[in-house]
């Protein structure tokens, strides 16, 4: 390799620390808030956005919260005591949008976190978070980045949900040592 | 196609109805009140086989019985109360294997479905319901396939799965109607 | 349990039977040859009908056909000289649909299985096959059931698209011994 | 929310930047030449991790690399030409124990990402790359974390596996904007 880990890793670190430092705290306070009050959360994304919701789904249900991924195989109904967590850069990807507009039907309040504030997603949101990364709209205010395709903006997104996860375990005085209870003990 | 559907179909049918009457009623019985006197159920198995176990596990929770496959996003933890189903039609495969050996910290009964008697697994069942396919260990008694690789046991499992599927939903006087209640409603 | 494997299980043989016989040969053929001819073969369907569409995918693999579910990991970019195969009962399910419309910039092929001639999807597909199971829409012609939800259609799908490989199987002169060759091997 | 974003995420990014400061060059640098000379990569973790693997294994693929999750659906088999990259924090996760076990029959070289370098599947790897987060075991050297579970280690993980991937990019001269090609385009 003539690029050495830290070199490469540094200019990675230096993305995230900028993108983190233009996350909003009264929206991300508000984000929180609303998936601790909901019945169930509920959470949608595409590629390897998904996999960073699937691992924050994984994580709330080891904090006492009621979440599952839209698709799997023992998601429940959605109702309107529920929230939609809809997870998008761009703010336009088809299948999310697609669920969001089925869900209207039952009435759970649409939470998006992406960069694009006036995507389809968006406006339907009752909450959102921005992330300003790079998407393959170049919007305006987004942050650059030397990765490739959405790296940063899936970095920044599991950086930021996790940090949620610690805010409501805070909030929940919750004791680590109690966390395994809850945790699949199978694999 | 110089083969027709029919013609193919006809042998797939003949195959499935052959390997459907040499299922036991007895040790079905068992298996059903198992699944349904479990606190909770996990279902494992490798493939193909595993796709099946998740559409029964689906099937499961719209029952109204908490059920899960192995290493989904929202898996809990396994307690001698619950239930762990493998399939596995050599009773030989090697996660299922590693998972039943973990379980058995925690103590839930394990019932096996597959065609191996004498494997591995079903020697640490509980309860074994055999449907006899071939298995690459052609073992005596296991039924010829015309199919490719364990398509006969795939789809028998399948079968036997919503039979006892529908064996419960019959015993817990489920009317179909209220069923989409618990159905997922997004997609 | 008051009902017995063989008498439940007879049920659904019955069904399957009715099923089966329903299809129609020249547009089983049709479907097919698509499908052997294609480049490549991406999936979609929503639930259970998703997950035997993954068996299938699964099976065309060993079949020596490059074929992947939507959403997969490592699913590729659709061209024009690809198919798209949706299997849904009614034609109507919503993540297929919004695929079926973003697939119409790439241009591939839209296959349908189901058990809707007039619905969004077949009226985007080039060929259709019809497994006239009871849908949600209760249209006229669809079999009756008495299993819960879609159980019927899912299980023929299973059995169609298995017939269907075989016919393929059959077609490419392929030699069951081979098979295991492109198998995973590692679980 | 009494805990802001920002305390929280500052807590995070501190513990990030530590671990990061603790890999080897030396050593991050022969597992991307090692997964860059692969004839195939083949990933395996579980939970959360396996979360990361996918994310990665997606990028690899992006960047013309041909890699698979064990278990996924289009899984070919293994072979001596290629590698399989476990990560586990503990290197004694039950699953890819076993499937380094069996893999041994195919001959692959095993790599190891994990913060214990005494464990099984340590002891199994041609090639290990430390990243020294807690574990369930408490080893010695481990870094402490206020996060939940593993939180350190999956996100150390996922920063990690992009770091190597912009290593590769950089490697091959990939120019960022030909990489859209080979993504999928449908969701």
Redesign the interface.
């Known amino acids: 390799?003539?690029?050495?880990?830290?070199s490469?890793?540094r200019?990675?670190?230096a993305e995230?620390?900028t993108c983190?430092a233009a996350?909003?705290?009264q929206a991300?306070?508000e984000m929180?808030?609303r998936i601790l009050g909901a019945r169930k959360v509920?959470a949608?994304g595409?590629?390897?956005v998904?996999?960073?919701l699937?691992?924050f789904?994984?994580?709330l249900?080891?904090?006492g919260i009621e979440?599952?991924?839209?698709?799997?195989?023992?998601?429940?109904?959605?109702t309107k005591d529920d929230v939609?967590l809809i997870a998008s850069g761009s703010g336009e990807?088809?299948?999310p949008?697609?669920?969001a507009?089925?869900?209207e039907?039952?009435g759970p309040a649409i939470l998006y976190i992406g960069s694009n504030t006036r995507s389809t997603i968006a406006g339907m949101a009752k909450a959102t978070l921005r992330i300003p990364c790079r998407t393959?709209l170049n919007l305006p205010g987004e942050l650059a980045s030397?990765?490739?395709?959405s790296?940063m903006f899936?970095?920044s997104l599991?950086?930021?949900l996790?940090?949620?996860?610690?805010?409501?375990?805070?909030?929940k005085h919750?004791v680590?040592s109690d966390?395994?209870?809850?945790?699949?003990?199978?694999?």
């Open positions: 390799m003539s690029t050495t880990f830290h490469a890793n200019e990675i670190m995230l620390e983190m996350i909003d705290d991300a306070s929180a808030d509920f949608i595409v590629g390897r998904m996999l960073m699937q691992a789904v994984k994580r249900n080891h904090l979440a599952y991924c839209v698709g799997e195989i023992n998601e429940p109904a959605i939609l990807s088809a299948v949008v697609a669920i507009k089925v869900s039907k039952y393959k030397v990765q490739p395709m790296s899936e970095q599991l950086l930021t996790d940090t949620l996860a610690f805010m409501i375990l805070r909030e919750i680590l966390l395994w209870q809850k945790h699949a003990n199978l694999e």
